[in-house]
């Protein structure tokens, strides 16, 4: 009995494990499928565009007020806001010494005027009567009387241009404005004694804006400095009037690099009649720009950038290649480089830093 039940045991054992290896899945080994890259052809041409820049607007005109001469402020015409004419009398100073010295010089000159006069008077009249009256008159004193009246001429003409300076540093001492502007500073009061050299706190006396046309100033990378269209005009907006554009036309260019930051100093002109803009505002600037003959365009997928380097992945012969690029302009969605390409070479568009250099690939 006992081995019968043990016959029944191993029997239901061997049909169990049986019907398990009847019921197990096969094992299948997985397939390598290799992955396919979409690629485009590069292309040679220029690409215009723009680019954005930033900058800073500054008055057209500006300068620092001092008088010519030393003297005490009797009156200030001015402040701070003032809006003020060309020639328009900004303050006027007292000098005593400066308005003697003025009439005294033309005193001299007066002086020296009517010994000329005499002397010319005399020279004539020696000349008329030696003429009248042969030998009455001696050749020495004819050369004597005309010496003495090129002598008075000579001093009345010394006389006259002192007298003429001394009232030039007289006029100075009502000062004027060199252009139509507004008064930005005013750092000086009555009573206070003034000259060329005076600064308050290292301040001027006066600043004196031209608010009515503006300079914007923006540094051009290198890489533009040679794209840049003539009298081009350019949009710019200002943080201050979000969502206002304002226009401009590119009117000087330095025609040198900054030796720090690699770029161009250019110079936008623009118009303010209005005085809605201000000397100091930052503005972001878009300008057109010329691409560069000589530029491969890709589009701007194809370019990976990494920490160490910028480059674009070639595709030749099924297999892959990195080629280091320089980027150029901008355009919607491509891009110009400069690099060891060539047209219709072909480069991966949506590359990334994972495609190795030197793998086997199948483009699309």
């Not at 009649?273 to 691409?291: D, F, R, S």
Request: with cysteine; hydrophobic share 40%.
């Amino acid at each position: 009995m006992k081995n019968m039940t043990a016959n029944w045991m191993i029997l239901g054992l061997a049909t169990a494990l049986a019907a398990c290896h009847s019921t197990a899945a096969p094992e299948h080994k997985p397939v390598a499928h290799e992955k396919q890259y979409q690629t485009a052809k590069v292309v040679q041409e220029p690409l215009t565009g723009s680019i954005r820049l930033p900058g800073t607007l500054e008055a057209f005109q500006k300068v620092s007020i001092y008088p010519r001469v030393n003297g005490f402020i009797n009156r200030i015409l001015v402040d701070r806001g003032s809006r003020v004419k060309k020639g328009q009398v900004l303050l006027v100073l007292d000098a005593p010494e400066v308005t003697q010295q003025y009439y005294a010089a033309q005193s001299k000159y007066l002086q020296a005027a009517a010994m000329h006069e005499a002397s010319k008077d005399n020279y004539e009249r020696t000349i008329a009567t030696a003429n009248e009256t042969p030998g009455t008159i001696s050749p020495h004193d004819l050369e004597l009387s005309k010496a003495r009246m090129l002598g008075d001429s000579a001093l009345m003409n010394s006389e006259q241009a002192n007298f003429r300076a001394r009232g030039v540093m007289r006029d100075y001492l009502t000062v004027t404005a060199p252009f139509d502007g507004v008064i930005t500073e005013r750092n000086i009061h009555p009573g206070a004694l003034v000259g060329p050299d005076t600064k308050v706190g290292d301040k001027p006396m006066l600043m004196l804006e031209q608010e009515d046309k503006l300079r914007l100033i923006l540094q051009v990378p290198e890489i533009y400095s040679g794209q840049l269209r003539d009298k081009a005009v350019v949009n710019f907006t200002v943080n201050a009037m979000p969502g206002r554009v304002f226009t401009g036309a590119v009117s000087r260019e330095a025609g040198t690099l900054n030796d720090r930051y690699r770029s161009e100093a250019v110079e936008v002109d623009v118009q303010n009649t209005n005085g809605m803009l201000k000397a100091g505002m930052y503005a972001e600037i878009t300008m057109p720009v010329n691409g560069s003959a000589s530029a491969m365009v890709v589009p701007a997928s194809a370019v990976v950038m990494s920490t160490e380097r910028k480059y674009v992945i070639v595709v030749r012969d099924h297999r892959t290649m990195w080629v280091d690029v320089q980027e150029g302009n901008h355009h919607n969605d491509s891009t110009e480089v400069f690099g060891n390409l060539k047209a219709g070479d072909e480069v991966i568009v949506n590359a990334t830093d994972e495609i190795k250099d030197g793998v086997t690939i199948h483009n699309d």
